[in-house]
């Protein structure tokens, strides 16, 4: 059993609150995986590290699937994820951690981020190498992502990374960059991962306080 959980435009405490009752849900009714549709231009950094936790306290499987763009916030809660699958169309990158509104973000949730982040990353390196660097090099200006010789990102800019150049492998034996995959949904996804009838997607509504709903489906 499979649940999809939309996370889609500017990273608020909406969001965190949908995937916090997602999860919740997901639990109560024994849903053993979980889809984040991400397509962000990233948000509030208070509430990315809270939606990284969340993830990080489910149990079960947890993928990203990157409809348009995960950007800055976007990065950071994509990497959280076990698998990270992309639209063809789609891009990742450019995470430096700074405010919503441009300004700098104090030393402390810097460090909170990035130590957190890193963490959650490293977690995944047996399955996904090159994960910690790629992600290092959308984050630091100064880190030189370099790869079987090819320097794939210079000091003074941040990685971002297309469905396709996240698919590159690398490495020996050799592993995809980034992603698990490219498809044109969620379905045609977990088709592949599953079988085309070995999952189920649960619906169910999300009620929010001020009486609208969001439909998981």
Do not use: C, W
Not at 96 to 104: F, L, P, S
Not at 183 to 208: C, P, Q, W
């Amino acid at each position: 059993h499979g649940l999809f959980v939309p996370v889609h435009g500017q990273i608020t405490s909406a969001q965190l609150y949908i995937l916090r009752r997602g999860l919740k849900a997901a639990v109560e009714k024994g849903i053993d995986g979980v889809v984040v549709d991400i397509d962000t231009p990233g948000g509030d950094l208070h509430t990315t590290l809270e939606m990284m936790k969340v993830l990080d306290r489910f149990e079960g499987e947890t993928m990203t699937f990157v409809r348009n763009e995960a950007i800055s916030a976007g990065v950071y809660i994509s990497a959280s994820t076990e698998d990270i699958y992309f639209d063809p169309k789609s891009v990742i990158g450019s995470a430096a951690v700074i405010q919503g509104t441009g300004q700098e973000v104090p030393d402390t949730m810097k460090q909170k981020i990035d130590s957190y982040l890193m963490a959650r990353v490293r977690s995944y390196t047996e399955e996904h190498p090159h994960r910690a660097k790629v992600v290092r090099a959308m984050m630091d200006e100064d880190y030189v992502l370099e790869l079987d010789g090819e320097v794939l990102k210079d000091e003074g800019e941040l990685l971002s990374l297309t469905a396709k150049e996240a698919m590159k492998p690398y490495g020996n034996p050799p592993h995809p960059l980034l992603g698990a995959g490219i498809h044109e949904d969620v379905d045609s996804m977990l088709a592949n991962r599953y079988g085309k009838d070995g999952y189920t997607i649960k619906e169910f509504e999300v009620a929010n306080d001020n009486g609208l709903s969001n439909e998981m489906t």
